[in-house]
Protein backbone atom coordinates (compact mmCIF):
# COMPACT_ATOMS: atom_id res chain seq x y z
CA UNK A 1 0.00 0.00 0.00
CA UNK A 2 3.08 2.35 1.31
CA UNK A 3 4.83 1.40 -2.18
CA UNK A 4 1.20 2.54 -4.09
CA UNK A 5 1.05 5.70 -1.95
CA UNK A 6 4.43 6.46 -2.99
CA UNK A 7 4.47 6.10 -6.53
CA UNK A 8 1.20 8.17 -6.80
CA UNK A 9 3.09 11.04 -4.77
CA UNK A 10 5.86 10.60 -7.52
CA UNK A 11 3.66 10.80 -10.28
CA UNK A 12 1.88 13.84 -9.05
CA UNK A 13 4.66 15.64 -8.25
CA UNK A 14 6.17 15.29 -11.47
CA UNK A 15 3.13 16.77 -13.05
CA UNK A 16 3.91 19.56 -11.10
CA UNK A 17 6.77 20.23 -12.41
CA UNK A 18 6.21 19.64 -15.65
CA UNK A 19 2.69 22.20 -15.26
CA UNK A 20 5.40 24.24 -13.40
CA UNK A 21 7.85 24.62 -16.25
CA UNK A 22 4.98 25.05 -18.97
CA UNK A 23 3.90 27.65 -17.12
CA UNK A 24 7.22 29.40 -16.90
CA UNK A 25 8.22 28.80 -20.00
CA UNK A 26 4.67 31.00 -20.75
CA UNK A 27 5.69 33.75 -19.24
CA UNK A 28 9.16 33.48 -20.40
CA UNK A 29 7.36 34.37 -23.78
CA UNK A 30 8.20 37.97 -25.31
CA UNK A 31 4.85 40.00 -25.06
CA UNK A 32 3.72 41.29 -28.21
CA UNK A 33 3.10 45.03 -28.58
CA UNK A 34 -0.28 46.41 -30.31
CA UNK A 35 0.25 50.44 -30.35
CA UNK A 36 -3.41 52.21 -31.21
CA UNK A 37 -2.44 55.96 -32.53
CA UNK A 38 -5.06 58.71 -33.23
CA UNK A 39 -4.80 61.65 -35.01
CA UNK A 40 -5.30 65.35 -33.72
CA UNK A 41 -7.41 63.90 -30.76
CA UNK A 42 -7.19 66.21 -28.34
CA UNK A 43 -7.94 65.26 -24.51
CA UNK A 44 -12.01 65.19 -24.84
CA UNK A 45 -11.96 61.44 -23.68
CA UNK A 46 -14.30 60.10 -21.25
CA UNK A 47 -11.76 59.37 -18.86
CA UNK A 48 -9.55 62.52 -18.99
CA UNK A 49 -13.10 64.48 -18.00
CA UNK A 50 -11.79 67.56 -20.48
CA UNK A 51 -15.34 67.56 -21.82
CA UNK A 52 -18.09 66.53 -20.26
CA UNK A 53 -20.23 65.18 -23.52
CA UNK A 54 -17.18 62.96 -24.89
CA UNK A 55 -19.21 59.22 -25.59
CA UNK A 56 -15.69 57.34 -25.16
CA UNK A 57 -16.42 54.04 -23.72
CA UNK A 58 -13.98 51.92 -25.36
CA UNK A 59 -10.62 54.32 -24.21
CA UNK A 60 -12.60 54.66 -21.61
CA UNK A 61 -12.44 50.74 -20.45
CA UNK A 62 -8.72 50.62 -21.68
CA UNK A 63 -7.47 53.36 -19.33
CA UNK A 64 -10.01 51.16 -16.25
CA UNK A 65 -8.00 48.11 -17.60
CA UNK A 66 -4.17 49.90 -17.48
CA UNK A 67 -2.43 52.94 -16.65
CA UNK A 68 -3.49 56.29 -17.85
CA UNK A 69 -1.64 59.33 -17.96
CA UNK A 70 -3.87 62.21 -17.14
CA UNK A 71 -0.91 65.02 -17.74
CA UNK A 72 0.83 62.97 -20.91
CA UNK A 73 2.60 65.90 -23.99
CA UNK A 74 3.53 65.60 -26.72
CA UNK A 75 6.75 66.66 -28.56
CA UNK A 76 5.60 69.02 -31.46
CA UNK A 77 2.09 70.30 -32.29
CA UNK A 78 2.03 69.04 -35.56
CA UNK A 79 1.67 65.63 -37.17
CA UNK A 80 4.64 64.98 -38.56
CA UNK A 81 7.12 66.11 -36.20
CA UNK A 82 5.18 64.39 -33.39
CA UNK A 83 5.45 60.86 -34.84
CA UNK A 84 8.80 61.41 -36.26
CA UNK A 85 9.66 62.07 -32.67
CA UNK A 86 7.98 59.31 -31.07
CA UNK A 87 9.29 56.48 -33.43
CA UNK A 88 12.66 57.79 -33.37
CA UNK A 89 13.22 58.56 -29.84
CA UNK A 90 14.80 61.76 -30.82
CA UNK A 91 13.40 65.43 -29.60
CA UNK A 92 12.56 67.97 -32.87
CA UNK A 93 15.11 70.00 -31.66
CA UNK A 94 17.75 67.39 -31.82
CA UNK A 95 16.58 65.94 -35.19
CA UNK A 96 15.32 69.60 -36.53
CA UNK A 97 12.06 67.41 -37.94
CA UNK A 98 10.11 70.73 -36.94
CA UNK A 99 7.95 70.75 -39.96
CA UNK A 100 5.87 68.38 -41.88
CA UNK A 101 8.09 65.60 -43.87
CA UNK A 102 7.46 62.60 -46.25
CA UNK A 103 7.91 59.12 -44.67
CA UNK A 104 10.77 58.64 -46.84
CA UNK A 105 12.61 62.42 -46.42
CA UNK A 106 12.90 61.40 -42.58
CA UNK A 107 15.56 58.43 -44.10
CA UNK A 108 17.39 61.49 -45.37
CA UNK A 109 17.47 63.89 -42.50
CA UNK A 110 21.29 63.10 -40.75
CA UNK A 111 20.13 62.39 -37.22
CA UNK A 112 18.29 59.07 -38.52
CA UNK A 113 20.99 57.64 -39.97
CA UNK A 114 21.75 55.50 -37.70
CA UNK A 115 18.48 55.12 -35.95
CA UNK A 116 15.61 52.06 -35.38
CA UNK A 117 12.40 53.27 -35.67
CA UNK A 118 10.51 51.96 -33.08
CA UNK A 119 9.13 48.65 -35.17
CA UNK A 120 13.12 47.98 -36.63
CA UNK A 121 14.16 47.78 -33.47
CA UNK A 122 11.49 45.79 -32.30
CA UNK A 123 12.35 43.80 -35.35
CA UNK A 124 16.25 43.21 -34.97
CA UNK A 125 14.85 41.92 -31.84
CA UNK A 126 12.99 38.95 -33.30
CA UNK A 127 9.61 40.47 -33.62
CA UNK A 128 7.62 40.22 -36.56
CA UNK A 129 6.15 43.64 -37.71
CA UNK A 130 2.80 44.84 -38.76
CA UNK A 131 1.21 48.34 -39.44
CA UNK A 132 -1.89 49.90 -41.30
CA UNK A 133 -3.05 53.11 -41.44
CA UNK A 134 -1.32 56.56 -40.38
CA UNK A 135 1.81 55.59 -38.35
CA UNK A 136 4.31 58.18 -39.65
CA UNK A 137 3.28 61.23 -41.03
CA UNK A 138 2.18 59.22 -44.01
CA UNK A 139 2.31 55.85 -43.47
CA UNK A 140 5.69 53.97 -42.74
CA UNK A 141 8.95 54.21 -44.60
CA UNK A 142 9.93 51.53 -46.52
CA UNK A 143 11.14 48.71 -44.93
CA UNK A 144 9.90 49.68 -41.83
CA UNK A 145 7.19 46.88 -41.36
CA UNK A 146 7.57 43.34 -42.33
CA UNK A 147 3.74 43.50 -43.34
CA UNK A 148 2.17 45.96 -44.48
CA UNK A 149 -2.04 47.13 -44.80
CA UNK A 150 -1.14 50.79 -46.49
CA UNK A 151 -3.19 53.56 -46.03
CA UNK A 152 -5.81 54.96 -47.97
CA UNK A 153 -4.61 57.98 -49.20
CA UNK A 154 -6.28 61.38 -48.15
CA UNK A 155 -8.78 61.66 -45.03
CA UNK A 156 -11.82 61.27 -47.15
CA UNK A 157 -14.36 59.65 -47.80
CA UNK A 158 -15.68 63.49 -49.07
CA UNK A 159 -19.00 64.40 -50.27
CA UNK A 160 -18.89 66.37 -53.99
CA UNK A 161 -18.89 69.71 -52.20
CA UNK A 162 -17.73 70.93 -48.43
CA UNK A 163 -20.98 71.48 -46.40
CA UNK A 164 -19.85 74.17 -44.17
CA UNK A 165 -15.85 75.46 -45.38
CA UNK A 166 -14.07 75.66 -48.66
CA UNK A 167 -11.14 77.62 -47.20
CA UNK A 168 -8.34 76.68 -49.49
CA UNK A 169 -5.33 75.27 -47.17
CA UNK A 170 -7.26 73.29 -45.17
CA UNK A 171 -9.48 69.93 -45.35
CA UNK A 172 -11.64 71.73 -42.68
CA UNK A 173 -14.97 70.67 -43.13
CA UNK A 174 -17.90 69.58 -40.91
CA UNK A 175 -21.25 67.04 -41.12
CA UNK A 176 -22.54 63.69 -41.32
CA UNK A 177 -21.20 61.69 -44.34
CA UNK A 178 -21.22 58.64 -45.69
CA UNK A 179 -23.70 57.14 -44.59
CA UNK A 180 -22.00 53.59 -43.16
CA UNK A 181 -19.26 52.93 -41.07
CA UNK A 182 -17.65 50.64 -43.87
CA UNK A 183 -17.05 53.70 -46.11
CA UNK A 184 -14.58 55.26 -43.72
CA UNK A 185 -10.81 54.63 -43.91
CA UNK A 186 -10.90 53.90 -40.27
CA UNK A 187 -13.26 51.29 -40.39
CA UNK A 188 -10.41 49.66 -42.86
CA UNK A 189 -7.82 49.77 -40.82
CA UNK A 190 -9.30 48.41 -37.77
CA UNK A 191 -10.81 45.30 -39.59
CA UNK A 192 -7.57 44.68 -40.99
CA UNK A 193 -6.08 45.00 -37.41
CA UNK A 194 -8.69 42.33 -36.56
CA UNK A 195 -8.10 39.64 -39.12
CA UNK A 196 -4.26 39.77 -37.98
CA UNK A 197 -5.19 39.16 -34.34
CA UNK A 198 -7.55 36.20 -35.80
CA UNK A 199 -4.23 35.14 -37.11
CA UNK A 200 -1.36 32.04 -36.04
CA UNK A 201 1.67 34.36 -35.37
CA UNK A 202 5.01 32.28 -35.49
CA UNK A 203 6.88 34.66 -33.24
CA UNK A 204 6.19 37.72 -31.67
CA UNK A 205 4.32 40.76 -33.01
CA UNK A 206 4.60 44.07 -32.76
CA UNK A 207 1.82 45.42 -34.24
CA UNK A 208 0.75 48.98 -34.91
CA UNK A 209 -2.83 50.61 -36.33
CA UNK A 210 -3.09 54.26 -37.27
CA UNK A 211 -6.87 55.77 -36.95
CA UNK A 212 -6.83 58.85 -38.89
CA UNK A 213 -10.50 60.49 -36.96
CA UNK A 214 -10.98 63.19 -35.54
CA UNK A 215 -8.19 64.60 -37.80
CA UNK A 216 -10.33 67.06 -40.17
CA UNK A 217 -12.83 66.89 -42.24
CA UNK A 218 -15.27 66.37 -39.39
CA UNK A 219 -17.23 63.88 -41.05
CA UNK A 220 -18.52 60.91 -39.81
CA UNK A 221 -21.91 58.96 -40.24
CA UNK A 222 -24.70 60.41 -38.96
CA UNK A 223 -25.50 57.62 -36.10
CA UNK A 224 -22.40 58.94 -34.60
CA UNK A 225 -24.06 62.42 -34.35
CA UNK A 226 -27.17 61.17 -33.04
CA UNK A 227 -25.09 60.21 -29.76
CA UNK A 228 -25.50 63.91 -28.84
CA UNK A 229 -28.02 66.34 -28.37
CA UNK A 230 -26.63 69.28 -30.22
CA UNK A 231 -28.26 71.40 -28.46
CA UNK A 232 -26.91 70.61 -25.08
CA UNK A 233 -23.83 70.19 -25.85
CA UNK A 234 -20.84 72.30 -23.64
CA UNK A 235 -18.98 74.68 -25.54
CA UNK A 236 -15.75 75.25 -24.35
CA UNK A 237 -14.18 78.10 -22.54
CA UNK A 238 -13.46 81.68 -24.54
CA UNK A 239 -12.00 84.84 -23.35
CA UNK A 240 -11.66 87.42 -26.84
CA UNK A 241 -9.29 89.36 -24.59
CA UNK A 242 -7.01 86.03 -23.91
CA UNK A 243 -4.56 87.18 -26.63
CA UNK A 244 -3.58 91.22 -25.02
CA UNK A 245 -0.94 89.78 -23.13
CA UNK A 246 0.89 87.58 -25.28
CA UNK A 247 4.34 88.74 -27.20
CA UNK A 248 3.51 89.42 -31.22
CA UNK A 249 5.00 85.90 -31.91
CA UNK A 250 2.94 83.74 -29.71
CA UNK A 251 0.13 85.54 -32.13
CA UNK A 252 1.31 85.04 -35.17
CA UNK A 253 2.31 81.17 -34.39
CA UNK A 254 -1.12 80.92 -33.28
CA UNK A 255 -3.06 82.75 -35.75
CA UNK A 256 -4.46 80.01 -38.60
CA UNK A 257 -5.69 82.06 -41.89
CA UNK A 258 -7.25 79.40 -43.72
CA UNK A 259 -9.29 78.09 -40.13
CA UNK A 260 -12.47 79.20 -38.96
CA UNK A 261 -11.91 81.64 -36.33
CA UNK A 262 -13.91 81.17 -32.75
CA UNK A 263 -15.50 85.03 -33.39
CA UNK A 264 -16.54 83.85 -36.86
CA UNK A 265 -17.85 80.46 -35.41
CA UNK A 266 -19.95 82.10 -32.65
CA UNK A 267 -21.61 84.83 -35.14
CA UNK A 268 -22.25 82.33 -37.84
CA UNK A 269 -23.98 79.86 -35.45
CA UNK A 270 -21.09 77.32 -36.35
CA UNK A 271 -19.47 76.62 -32.91
CA UNK A 272 -21.63 74.57 -31.50
CA UNK A 273 -22.10 72.15 -35.07
CA UNK A 274 -18.19 72.67 -34.95
CA UNK A 275 -18.35 71.05 -31.13
CA UNK A 276 -20.90 68.07 -32.08
CA UNK A 277 -18.93 67.19 -35.02
CA UNK A 278 -15.68 66.72 -33.64
CA UNK A 279 -17.44 64.46 -30.36
CA UNK A 280 -19.06 62.66 -33.20
CA UNK A 281 -15.52 62.02 -34.97
CA UNK A 282 -14.48 60.78 -31.51
CA UNK A 283 -17.16 58.29 -30.75
CA UNK A 284 -16.49 56.72 -33.98
CA UNK A 285 -12.71 56.62 -33.68
CA UNK A 286 -13.13 54.98 -30.70
CA UNK A 287 -15.76 52.65 -31.85
CA UNK A 288 -12.78 51.45 -34.16
CA UNK A 289 -11.05 51.09 -30.88
CA UNK A 290 -13.26 48.96 -29.89
CA UNK A 291 -12.92 46.37 -32.44
CA UNK A 292 -9.25 46.01 -32.00
CA UNK A 293 -9.76 45.63 -28.58
CA UNK A 294 -12.19 43.10 -28.76
CA UNK A 295 -10.20 41.41 -30.95
CA UNK A 296 -7.22 40.84 -29.11
CA UNK A 297 -9.83 39.92 -25.89
CA UNK A 298 -10.91 37.37 -28.32
CA UNK A 299 -7.41 36.06 -29.55
CA UNK A 300 -4.87 33.88 -28.13
CA UNK A 301 -2.73 36.95 -27.80
CA UNK A 302 -4.90 38.67 -24.68
CA UNK A 303 -3.15 37.95 -22.19
CA UNK A 304 0.10 38.37 -23.16
CA UNK A 305 0.20 41.70 -25.62
CA UNK A 306 0.93 45.07 -24.68
CA UNK A 307 -1.53 47.59 -25.65
CA UNK A 308 -0.76 51.37 -25.82
CA UNK A 309 -2.87 54.41 -26.96
CA UNK A 310 -2.10 57.31 -27.86
CA UNK A 311 -2.57 60.53 -29.82
CA UNK A 312 0.16 62.75 -31.62
CA UNK A 313 -0.43 65.91 -30.68
CA UNK A 314 -4.02 67.87 -29.30
CA UNK A 315 -6.43 70.00 -30.89
CA UNK A 316 -7.89 73.55 -30.17
CA UNK A 317 -11.76 73.42 -31.27
CA UNK A 318 -11.78 77.38 -30.53
CA UNK A 319 -10.48 78.06 -27.30
CA UNK A 320 -7.68 80.09 -28.36
CA UNK A 321 -9.31 81.80 -31.28
CA UNK A 322 -9.77 79.80 -33.72
CA UNK A 323 -9.43 75.93 -34.76
CA UNK A 324 -6.50 73.72 -34.75
CA UNK A 325 -2.93 73.14 -33.53
CA UNK A 326 0.87 74.16 -33.45
CA UNK A 327 0.54 76.29 -30.80
CA UNK A 328 2.69 75.64 -27.37
CA UNK A 329 -0.39 75.67 -25.19
CA UNK A 330 -2.10 72.73 -23.47
CA UNK A 331 -4.82 72.82 -25.71
CA UNK A 332 -2.25 71.93 -28.53
CA UNK A 333 0.19 69.81 -26.73
CA UNK A 334 -2.05 67.73 -23.95
CA UNK A 335 -2.76 63.97 -25.51
CA UNK A 336 -4.29 60.44 -24.39
CA UNK A 337 -1.99 58.06 -23.19
CA UNK A 338 -2.56 54.78 -22.26
CA UNK A 339 -0.53 51.05 -21.56
CA UNK A 340 -1.91 47.90 -20.66
CA UNK A 341 0.59 45.81 -19.47
CA UNK A 342 0.41 42.32 -19.29
CA UNK A 343 -0.09 40.32 -15.55
CA UNK A 344 -0.12 44.12 -14.24
CA UNK A 345 -3.22 44.26 -12.15
CA UNK A 346 -3.42 47.51 -10.69
CA UNK A 347 -5.19 50.04 -12.56
CA UNK A 348 -4.22 53.24 -12.19
CA UNK A 349 -4.05 56.86 -13.05
CA UNK A 350 -0.77 58.81 -13.34
CA UNK A 351 -0.76 62.36 -12.79
CA UNK A 352 2.69 63.68 -13.52
CA UNK A 353 4.08 65.16 -17.03
CA UNK A 354 4.86 62.59 -19.23
CA UNK A 355 6.15 63.13 -22.83
CA UNK A 356 5.15 60.89 -25.86
CA UNK A 357 8.83 60.61 -25.95
CA UNK A 358 9.11 58.00 -23.20
CA UNK A 359 6.76 55.98 -25.06
CA UNK A 360 10.09 53.86 -27.21
CA UNK A 361 11.85 53.14 -24.40
CA UNK A 362 8.95 52.05 -22.03
CA UNK A 363 7.90 49.38 -24.95
CA UNK A 364 11.51 48.33 -24.32
CA UNK A 365 11.65 48.00 -20.40
CA UNK A 366 8.27 45.79 -20.44
CA UNK A 367 9.12 43.56 -23.33
CA UNK A 368 12.26 43.12 -21.93
CA UNK A 369 14.64 43.88 -24.93
CA UNK A 370 18.04 46.06 -24.64
CA UNK A 371 18.21 49.46 -23.99
CA UNK A 372 18.17 51.69 -27.14
CA UNK A 373 21.20 54.10 -25.85
CA UNK A 374 20.02 56.88 -28.60
CA UNK A 375 16.77 57.13 -26.60
CA UNK A 376 16.28 60.81 -25.92
CA UNK A 377 12.93 59.77 -23.41
CA UNK A 378 12.54 57.89 -19.64
CA UNK A 379 11.21 54.19 -19.08
CA UNK A 380 7.79 55.23 -17.38
CA UNK A 381 8.06 51.57 -15.59
CA UNK A 382 9.16 53.66 -12.35
CA UNK A 383 5.61 55.67 -12.89
CA UNK A 384 3.62 52.55 -13.39
CA UNK A 385 5.08 51.50 -10.52
CA UNK A 386 4.29 53.41 -8.08
CA UNK A 387 7.55 55.70 -7.71
CA UNK A 388 6.45 59.65 -8.11
CA UNK A 389 8.34 62.55 -9.70
CA UNK A 390 7.78 65.40 -8.03
CA UNK A 391 10.40 66.99 -10.84
CA UNK A 392 8.76 65.60 -14.04
CA UNK A 393 8.25 67.80 -16.61
CA UNK A 394 7.18 67.46 -20.38
CA UNK A 395 8.40 69.87 -23.49
CA UNK A 396 7.33 70.27 -26.44
CA UNK A 397 8.70 72.20 -29.42
CA UNK A 398 7.44 73.85 -32.01
CA UNK A 399 10.13 74.90 -34.49
CA UNK A 400 13.83 75.81 -33.60
CA UNK A 401 14.20 77.67 -30.44
CA UNK A 402 10.49 77.95 -29.78
CA UNK A 403 9.56 75.51 -26.82
CA UNK A 404 7.03 75.11 -24.08
CA UNK A 405 7.65 73.07 -20.49
CA UNK A 406 5.35 72.28 -18.44
CA UNK A 407 6.03 70.56 -14.43
CA UNK A 408 3.52 70.31 -11.84
CA UNK A 409 3.30 73.70 -10.95
CA UNK A 410 4.18 75.73 -14.44
CA UNK A 411 4.18 76.30 -17.91
CA UNK A 412 6.62 78.03 -19.13
CA UNK A 413 7.20 79.03 -23.33
CA UNK A 414 10.09 80.73 -24.43
CA UNK A 415 10.14 81.44 -28.36
CA UNK A 416 13.20 81.97 -30.86
CA UNK A 417 13.34 85.72 -30.01
CA UNK A 418 13.08 85.42 -26.45
CA UNK A 419 10.01 86.63 -26.10
CA UNK A 420 8.36 84.44 -22.99
CA UNK A 421 4.56 83.32 -21.43
CA UNK A 422 4.37 81.72 -17.85
CA UNK A 423 1.47 80.73 -16.46
CA UNK A 424 0.89 79.38 -13.24
CA UNK A 425 -1.06 76.16 -13.60
CA UNK A 426 -2.17 75.80 -9.22
CA UNK A 427 -4.54 79.40 -9.81
CA UNK A 428 -4.68 79.37 -13.61
CA UNK A 429 -5.11 75.49 -15.11
CA UNK A 430 -6.39 76.86 -18.77
CA UNK A 431 -3.66 79.32 -18.94
CA UNK A 432 -4.71 82.41 -19.53
CA UNK A 433 -3.11 84.82 -17.69
CA UNK A 434 0.44 85.16 -18.22
CA UNK A 435 2.46 86.41 -16.03
CA UNK A 436 6.10 86.26 -17.53
CA UNK A 437 6.46 89.91 -17.07
CA UNK A 438 6.73 89.93 -13.26
CA UNK A 439 10.15 90.74 -11.98
CA UNK A 440 9.84 89.01 -9.02
CA UNK A 441 9.92 85.37 -10.73
CA UNK A 442 12.66 85.94 -12.87
CA UNK A 443 14.76 83.50 -10.95
CA UNK A 444 12.03 81.04 -11.56
CA UNK A 445 12.08 81.33 -15.29
CA UNK A 446 15.52 81.42 -15.04
CA UNK A 447 15.53 78.11 -13.50
CA UNK A 448 12.75 76.59 -15.99
CA UNK A 449 15.03 77.56 -19.15
CA UNK A 450 17.55 75.23 -17.55
CA UNK A 451 15.16 72.38 -18.44
CA UNK A 452 14.95 73.23 -22.28
CA UNK A 453 17.07 71.19 -24.70
CA UNK A 454 20.67 72.70 -25.28
CA UNK A 455 20.62 70.96 -28.49
CA UNK A 456 18.58 73.48 -31.37
CA UNK A 457 19.78 71.96 -34.53
CA UNK A 458 18.97 73.72 -38.14
CA UNK A 459 15.25 72.64 -39.83
CA UNK A 460 15.83 69.70 -41.80
CA UNK A 461 13.76 69.05 -44.79
CA UNK A 462 12.06 71.00 -46.07
CA UNK A 463 14.77 73.98 -44.99
CA UNK A 464 13.69 77.33 -42.49
CA UNK A 465 14.71 79.88 -40.53
CA UNK A 466 11.92 80.23 -38.61
CA UNK A 467 8.73 78.61 -37.34
CA UNK A 468 6.97 81.70 -39.16
CA UNK A 469 8.55 80.97 -42.24
CA UNK A 470 7.75 77.53 -42.58
CA UNK A 471 3.96 78.31 -42.08
CA UNK A 472 3.90 81.34 -44.12
CA UNK A 473 5.36 78.49 -46.94
CA UNK A 474 3.57 75.60 -46.05
CA UNK A 475 -0.11 75.55 -48.11
CA UNK A 476 -1.44 72.77 -45.45
CA UNK A 477 -0.82 71.77 -42.31
CA UNK A 478 -2.06 68.42 -41.76
Not at 195 to 203: A, F, G
Not at 209 to 238: E, M, N, S, T
Not at 346 to 371: G, H, N, R, W
Not at 426 to 451: F, G, H, T, Y
Request: with cysteine; net charge negative; charged share 25%.
Amino acid sequence: MYLKFKGFRLIVGMISILVSCQSSEKKMNPPNVLMISIDDLNDWVGVLGAHPDAQTPNIDRLAKEGILFTNAHCQAPICGPSRASLLSGLRPSTTGVYGQISDEDLRAVPSFENIDFLPEYFKKNGYKTLGVGKIFHGHAPKGVFQHSGGRIKGFGPKPTKPFKWNQKGTSTDWGAFPQHDSLMNDYSYAQWTKKELQKKHDQPFFMAVGLIRPHVPWYAPKKWFDQYDVDKIALPQYDPDDFNDLPEIAKRIAYKGMMPTTDWAIESGEWRNIVHAYLACISFVDHQVGIVLDALENSEYHDNTIVVLWSDHGYEIGEKGSFGKHTLWSESTKVPLIFKIPDFKSPKSIDQPVELLDLYPTLLDYAKLPKNPLNEGKSLRSFIEGNADDEAIAITTYGKNNHSMINQSYRYIRYEDGSEELYDLSVDPDEKNNIADRPDLNALKQSLMLQFPEKNVPWAVPSFNTVNEYFKQTSTIK
